[in-house]
């Protein structure tokens, strides 16, 4: 089991290091996470290396027993990088240079930058690929950065010449009829850069699929190298945020583990629903691989607004979770509290106030109770929700019929109560095989392919339970509309026609007595039976029997005990 974090030693005198791994060994730490931010260290100038103090805490770290997690730096190019190349700072959908002074300032499509990374990333397999406190790469930092350069549009038109082929195809995804937006060269389509009113939907979406493409090009290059120095797994940490633009099941078939960054905001119960939520997305994306928690806050959340500290014990509960969900291991972020620097508020496992402290004491619990834990084996699930990014990026459109529709907030609850009833959930894709669980929740999955609507008649037809949300099965993969009355790609299935859509302003209670909010439909029963109606007497909750399986459509927003009540009623 591993135990540790992000070990920055750069920012500190020599002799705090010793005084680090003394207090490493009390608290039982074995991996430390090093050199995550280190470039300007590593390559004070273009071209110069020195890996001196790298070499001194490298070998530090293994006398005393402790294994290392070595980063490539690669999230956090030094001022001389963007100083000679002007180019490889990243442009927003404005048109704003950003410039070098704080992390992240790269495209990773500028091939000087994708030079560089390949130089520092070379440099450091070679020189410690054979080291034997090398156990794990850590390429990169959360993944994330999203640019609008020129070299982007360049990428970008190449990106998406190898998925649609030709201008026709293009032109009739992205339904280029629309408003003139014709394409007759490829030269003429942009980045989705800021416009004078909406954009077109299929042109945000594509750009998405290829910013999530373009980080992990980045990414494998990264890894090859590594790889071809020493037979120690590759990984990257996941931002668990509804921001970041990566594809997490293609993402995670190239890393060798998933790690996750995980940043719980809430005390309490719903704390723990957050840390599950993560845990259960962090296993199924890794299909089988082993996940890690690769940092998490040092016994405090991070809100909006405030830091606050995690009441006693929740922190090592917390961490418990993780682990009972299948972590190989709890690392955080950071080791030390750093004095200065933008981040110089983030609690460190050792705080500023030092070793003297209630968090190094609950730290130190922690490392003695992982030390005699070996990693568990999680209960096999047998209900499953959907999880689909490219589905939540097209529910990120500012033009649907209302503001609020969110795949995240539908996902959060269908697990959250689940996690409530104490059922082991999995996540999986809508195209994978999902003929082992008993029930699969579908929540407001607006985009979806024919393939995987094939993929859930025939999960449903073999006797498996489906339950799906409002606004699911709407859009096909360029998120044009399927035609003939909503949801167009499950209406055979479910069993139903919904002829309108009715956003609430305010809610409705529905003839079972529960209460709809935020959502309706005028639906249509075109096999399935109503199990609850609105009060005009429309069906608002239906169950379809298809082949030896059930479909069960809910049109509008239930509240967790509304939605809980129809699972029960669904058997799940
Ligand atoms: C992220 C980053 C770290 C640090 C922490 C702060 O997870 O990976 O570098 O910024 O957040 O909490
Ligand atoms: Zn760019």
Redesign the pocket.
Known sequence: MYFGG?YNPEQWPEDVWLEDVRLMREAKVNLATVG??SWGRLEPAEGMHDFGWLDRVMDLLHDNDIQVNLATPTASPPPWFGLAHPDAMPVRADGTRLTHGSRDTYCVNVPAYRAASRRIATALAERYGAHPATVMWHVH??YGTTCYCDHCAAAFRDWLRDRHKSLDALNDAWSTAFWSQHYSAWEQIMPPRVTQYRSNPAHLLDYRRFCSDALLAHYREQRDILRAHGPQPVTT?Y?MAGWTPLDHWKWSAEVDLVGI?H?TDQPGDDGLAQVALASDLARSWARGKPWLLM?Q?VAAM?TPERTLALEPGEHVRRSLDYVARGAAGVLH??WRASQGGA?QW?QGMVPHAGPDSRVFREITELGRTLSSLAPAEPEAAEVAILWDDEAAWALQNPALPTAGLDFRASVEQAHRVLWQRGIATDFVHPSHDISRYRAVLMPSLYLISDEAVANLTAYVEGGGTLVVSYFSGIADPDTRVRLGGYPGALRDLLGVRVEELHPLTAPVTLSDGTIGTFWSETVHLTGATATATYPGGGPAITRHQAGAGTAWYISTRLDASGLGDVLAQAGV
């Open positions: 992000d995550v931010f930092n959360e940490n931002v960054d940043y940092e806050g991070y972020f950071q981040e983030c």
